[in-house]
C-alpha cells in the first residue's frame, strides 16, 4: 500500500464547500464534473496540502461527532487559518485538553458536519509524549 488515495466528502453545496476548502484552508481546486457525473452526483476536487479532497453533492452526516480530519500545519499559522474560518463564518470549537508536547490545534466544523483539525504536531512527537 502506497498511502491515501483520496478523501471525499457529502456536501450539500459544492460552491459553499469550495469557498471553504479554497479561502478558507488555501486548497486548490482542480476539477468540477458541472453536470457531466462520472461518479454519483456532481462533484468538485480540490489539493490541500498534497491531499486529493472530493466534494460530492449528497447528503452529509445529520450529526457532528470527533470523527476528523486533521492536516499538518505550523504553529505560527494557527491565528491566520482561525482568522479566515472566522470571516466564513464556520464553527470554531474550543481546543480539547493538551498535555504538554503534544502539539496545539485548531477544530472546526464545516457547514455539514465535517470536523476537522489543523495540527501542529506529529505521530512521534505525540508518541513521545504520551510515554513520558
Known sequence: MDGISHVTFLVRDLDRMATFLCDGLGAKEVYDSQGENFSLSREKFFVLG?????????????????RHLAFKVDEADLPLFEQRLRRLGVD?????????????????????????????????????????
Open 50 to 66: 498534497g491531499v486529493w479532497i472530493a466534494a460530492m453533492e449528497g447528503s452529509p452526516p445529520a450529526e457532528r461527532t470527533y
Open 92 to 132: 470554531i470549537r474550543p481546543p480539547r485538553s493538551r498535555v504538554e508536547g503534544e502539539g496545539a490545534s485548531l477544530y472546526f466544523y464545516d457547514f455539514d458536519n465535517h470536523l476537522y483539525e489543523l495540527h501542529a504536531g506529529t505521530l512521534e512527537e505525540r508518541v513521545a509524549c504520551y510515554r513520558r
